[in-house]
């Protein structure tokens, strides 16, 4: 007669009653957003074309330090070398928004109201290299190109989730791998364009109320990079390298103080203690360009 079934089955029951407390605890850990039921990914054009970001002055924060290595990942820079960066102040929080009232299309707004960027100083060796810019989301279709030489880099934009609500797994994965290295330009050709911004990510929706803001100068661009010991999935490289955007000082109204809790969201950086942040006062607004008459695909 066989005696070993009943302790197994013990084994296993206890098996399931432990991972089932782990679960729990990772689950009472960070609020997760609802699932995406199998989101099928936007083409190119229409996550970068969609995607604007507003960007906050914050209480200053200094991370450990950490020295990264980058490359470029656009084709228009991908043979400039970039070399290693150290993360240094953090300066702003970069968030989602929608102009003037118009949304993204439903396919692409579940991933764009989760791209979070904290933004830290960095320095780096200048470029000089000349591009051409033009507008590529559709409320600035009317704003003229304007022709820049790119300088030293500033401030790199890195993916972090804010007060634990982290998206579904279908869009982690892509916005997980956002890094932006945001180069200063010359000539600044201001843009003296009006514009109404409405927050799109859950966290701040009830906190800050749409504002109007005028659009001036712009200082820099913020282009898309590989940090060593990453691995973007293919498909998602296919979107990631599109990104660049360009940032626009902005006249903004004052808003009411928000404290955030940050934590990082690509592998990379993942083992960097959480932060708290609280937004003092919006700064820019990040807007999508193509470099080069080189347009996204799609």
């Known amino acids: 007669m066989n005696v070993h079934p009943a302790p197994d089955r013990h084994r296993k029951s206890l098996v399931r009653r432990l991972s089932s407390a782990a679960l729990a605890v990772l689950a009472t850990a960070f609020l997760v957003a609802p699932p995406a039921n199998a989101l099928a990914l936007p083409t190119p054009r229409e996550f970068v074309s969609n995607l604007d970001l507003e960007c906050f002055r914050t209480t200053p924060y200094q ?9 470029h990942l656009n084709p228009v820079l991908v043979n400039f070398p970039i070399g290693q960066v150290t993360l240094g102040q953090r300066e702003q929080l970069c968030v989602p928004v929608a102009k003037n009232n118009v949304l993204p299309p439903p396919n692409t707004i579940d991933y764009l109201r989760f791209v979070d960027l904290s933004c830290y100083r960095v320095t780096g060796t200048a470029l000089d290299q000349s591009l051409s810019l033009r507008h590529l989301n559709p409320v600035l279709q009317s704003v003229p190109g304007i022709q820049v030489v790119l300088d030293r880099p500033e401030h790199l934009c890195v ?10 797994p279908d869009v982690l994965r892509v916005i997980s791998h956002i890094d932006l290295l945001c180069y200063a330009h010359r000539p600044n050709v201001p843009m ?11 966290v701040l929706t009830g906190q800050i109320p749409t504002a109007s803001v005028r659009v001036t100068d712009p200082r820099q661009l913020c282009v898309p990079v590989l940090k060593a010991g990453d691995t973007i999935p293919p498909d998602v490289l296919d979107i990631v390298r599109w990104i660049d955007l360009e940032r626009y000082d902005i006249i903004a109204p004052a808003i009411p103080q928000v404290t955030l809790s940050l934590r990082h969201l690509n592998p990379v950086l993942a083992g960097l203690p959480g932060e708290t942040a609280t937004l003092t006062g919006a700064l820019q607004l990040a807007v999508p360009v193509a470099k080069n008459g080189q347009v996204p695909p799609g």
Not at 63 to 71: G, I, K, Q, Y
Not at 159 to 168: H, S
Not at 192 to 202: D, E, G, M, S
């Open 192 to 202: 003296n364009r009006a514009l109404a911004l409405q927050q799109l990510n859950p």
């Open 159 to 168: 993916p972090v989730a804010k007060n634990g609500l982290v998206p579904a």
């Open 63 to 71: 991370p450990p330090s950490v020295t990264l290595a980058l490359r």
